[in-house]
């Protein structure tokens, strides 16, 4: 069982790397959420097959359709334009977190599609004895945070 | 022509990164499949020399397309490329007799490698 200081760990170093690589851009931690719950979007997996984790990323258009014009190498101004990057810089994302998990907790788990929300998204009643940990950050193009949810099988 | 590659994912964000990757190059992109039934079905239709498998993929996954495709034709040349890459999922790999396995997100000198090598025939896992 991991801590949930080791998963934020995990997902700290994954949502910076891949924001590199991907959008260009460099995160700074944000002690809390810079975005209101009417703003951006947020993209959500869960995970089947193992152990329960949902992810949620919660972030601006601006750092979605930025990350989404470099992936596409052009402007994109529209989310819906912007969605099939967005979706794949997601799983890309969730993919570095549940693969470094499953290597610590020796775990076959996998995750289904993403669901986009506008807005923030309203998490459901978690079991009491799920863990939850947030990440907040602002970038040079917006700002934007992750949150996970998981239970004692992590 | 070029060595005909056929790229099985549903995200159309790796069918535009692999055709700008491998623009002017050896490889020709033959066909485009967006799930693992499409795959073993165009397979069979296309026989491309080099065929790269996400593995998260609507229906069955491609681990098992993957499989079928080598049951039906065991000289198929598939490169795994997924952001899910832990251990028991490279295994998997190796032990459905994939070539290779590129790490989700990849650069271009990652993915000629990987497809230069399973090519010759080479074996990324030992």
């Known amino acids: ?154 | 022509m070029g060595n005909r590659l056929m790229i099985v994912d549903d995200s159309m964000f790796i069918w535009e990164e692999m055709k700008h990757l491998l623009a002017d190059s050896e490889f020709e992109i033959c066909g485009y499949a967006k799930t693992g039934e499409e795959a073993v079905s165009l397979y069979g239709e296309l026989m491309p020399d080099l065929v790269t498998m996400d593995i998260i993929l609507p229906g069955i996954d491609g681990i098992d397309s993957s499989k079928l495709i080598l049951e039906k034709w065991p000289d198929a040349k598939i490169i795994i490329v997924s952001s899910l890459a832990y251990d028991e999922t490279i295994e998997d790999a190796r032990q459905i007799g994939a070539y290779s396995f590129i790490f989700k997100p990849f650069d271009k000198e990652q993915l000629f490698g990987a497809l230069r090598s399973t090519l010759q025939g080479s074996r990324a896992f030992k």
Not at chain 1, 12 to 27: K, Y
Not at chain 1, 35 to 48: A, D, P
């Open chain 1, 1 to 154: 069982m991991l801590s949930e200081k080791a998963v934020m760990e995990i997902a700290d170093g994954a949502v910076c790397d891949i924001a590199r690589r991907l959008s260009g851009v460099e995160l700074t931690q944000a002690p809390s959420s810079l975005l209101s719950s009417n703003e951006g979007h947020s993209l959500v997996i869960h995970t089947k097959r193992g152990y329960s984790l949902t992810v949620v990323l919660h972030a601006s258009n601006t750092f979605l359709l930025s990350a989404a014009g470099r992936m596409k190498r052009e402007t994109v101004s529209t989310f819906e334009e912007a969605a099939v990057y967005v979706k794949e810089f997601f799983n890309i994302l969730c993919g570095h977190i549940v693969s470094a998990i499953n290597n610590k907790v020796h775990s076959r788990t996998i995750f289904d599609m993403p669901e986009i929300f506008l807005g923030a998204y309203q998490e459901p009643a978690f079991p009491p004895d799920s863990a939850a940990c947030a990440l907040n950050y602002y970038t040079a193009n917006g700002p934007l945070s992750l949150r996970l949810y998981f239970d004692e099988n992590v």
